[in-house]
C-alpha cells in the first residue's frame, strides 16, 4: 500500500504521488502484488489529485482514511474497490452504513487517530477497542463482505505485543491487520492461519458430519464433544482460511 496521507509531509505530496505512479509504471504485472494507494480525506486539497493519480496508475483498490458513508459517496460509483479506514466517532457510527456501499470491500480500523479524537488510553489488554472492534467486525458480517483489517501495531521491535494484538483480534473475529513494516507480515500471517491442530479438528469435524448426514443424522459427537450445523461451519471457515494461505 502506497501512503500519500500521514507519511507524506505536505510540501512533498506533489513528488510522492509521482514517486507512486513512477513504481507502479515500472513494477512488471508478473512480480507485482496487489497495489493499494491510501489517499488523502476528501475534503483535504489533496484529495482529488490523490484518486486520478490512483485511478490512473492502475491501481487495484482505494484505502480511503476518515471514511464516512458520504465520503465513500465522493468517490463516485465505478472505479476501483475501496478499503474504508474507521477512524472517527462518526465513522465508528456508520461503519454498517459504509460496509454496505457497493464499492467497499474492507473495513480497517485506524485506531490513533479514533484514540486522539475519543480519548482512548491504549491498554496492555486491548479493551480499550473491544466495543470499535466488534461492532467493525459485526456490521462487516451484517454487510456481507469480508471481515476487516485490524489496526496496526505502531511499536514495530515489539513482536511478543504484536503477536498478542493478533490473538486478541482473530479472538473477536478478524482474519487479518494492518502493518506499517515489513518485518510485521509473518508474525501476522502466522496469527491469522490456522494452526495445524485446527486444519486436522475441522477435518474430523467436517467428515464426520457428512457421514453423519448420509446416514440420516442431523447431530453427532466428535471427541465427545457436540456437533451441529453452525459448529460444522466454523470448521469449513478454518479450512477456507487454510486454503487462502
Known amino acids: 500500500m502506497a501512503d500519500l496521507e500521514d507519511a507524506v509531509a505536505q510540501p512533498e505530496k506533489d513528488a510522492a504521488r509521482a514517486l507512486v505512479l513512477e513504481v507502479f509504471a515500472t513494477t512488471p504485472i508478473a512480480?507485482?502484488?496487489?497495489?493499494?494507494?491510501?489517499?488523502?480525506?476528501?475534503?483535504?486539497?489533496?484529495?482529488?489529485?490523490?484518486?486520478?493519480?490512483?485511478?490512473s496508475a492502475g491501481a487495484d483498490a482505494i484505502v480511503l482514511p476518515k471514511a464516512t458513508p458520504d465520503a465513500v459517496d465522493e468517490l463516485g460509483a465505478g472505479g476501483p474497490p475501496i478499503v474504508a479506514i474507521v477512524e472517527t466517532a462518526?465513522?465508528?457510527?456508520?461503519?454498517?452504513?459504509?460496509?454496505?456501499k457497493q464499492r467497499v470491500v474492507a473495513l480497517q480500523i485506524g485506531a490513533v487517530d479514533l484514540?486522539?479524537?475519543?480519548?482512548?488510553?491504549?491498554?496492555?489488554?486491548?479493551?480499550?477497542?473491544v466495543y470499535v472492534r466488534s461492532k467493525v467486525v459485526l456490521d462487516?458480517?451484517?454487510?456481507?463482505?469480508?471481515?476487516?483489517?485490524?489496526?496496526?501495531?505502531?511499536?514495530?521491535?515489539?513482536?511478543?505485543?504484536?503477536?498478542?494484538?493478533c490473538r486478541l483480534a482473530r479472538t473477536l473475529g478478524f482474519?487479518?491487520?494492518?502493518?506499517?513494516?515489513?518485518?510485521q507480515i509473518a508474525i501476522v500471517n502466522g496469527a491469522f492461519t490456522p494452526t495445524g491442530t485446527e486444519i486436522e479438528w475441522a477435518?474430523?469435524?467436517?467428515?464426520?458430519?457428512?457421514?453423519?448426514?448420509?446416514?440420516?443424522?442431523?447431530?453427532?459427537?466428535v471427541s465427545g464433544t457436540m456437533v451441529d450445523l453452525p459448529v460444522v461451519e466454523r470448521a469449513r471457515r478454518v479450512l477456507a482460511d487454510a486454503d487462502r494461505r
Do not use: W
Not at 35 to 52: I, M, Q
Not at 90 to 100: D, F, K, N, P, T
Not at 115 to 129: H, I, K, N, Y
Not at 205 to 221: F, I, K, P
Open 115 to 129: 484514540g486522539a479524537e475519543v480519548g482512548l488510553e491504549s491498554r496492555p489488554d486491548g479493551q480499550e477497542l
Open 90 to 100: 462518526q465513522g465508528v457510527r456508520q461503519s454498517y452504513e459504509m460496509a454496505a
Open 140 to 165: 462487516s458480517v451484517a454487510a456481507g463482505i469480508r471481515t476487516p483489517f485490524d489496526v496496526v501495531h505502531v511499536d514495530i521491535l515489539d513482536d511478543e505485543g504484536l503477536g498478542a494484538e
Open 203 to 221: 477435518h474430523r469435524v467436517v467428515d464426520a458430519y457428512e457421514t453423519a448426514t448420509a446416514a440420516g443424522r442431523g447431530v453427532l459427537a
Open 175 to 183: 482474519r487479518g491487520k494492518a502493518c506499517i513494516h515489513p518485518r
Open 31 to 55: 512480480a507485482r502484488p496487489l497495489r493499494l494507494v491510501r489517499v488523502n480525506a476528501v475534503g483535504t486539497p489533496f484529495f482529488a489529485e490523490d484518486l486520478a493519480m490512483a485511478v
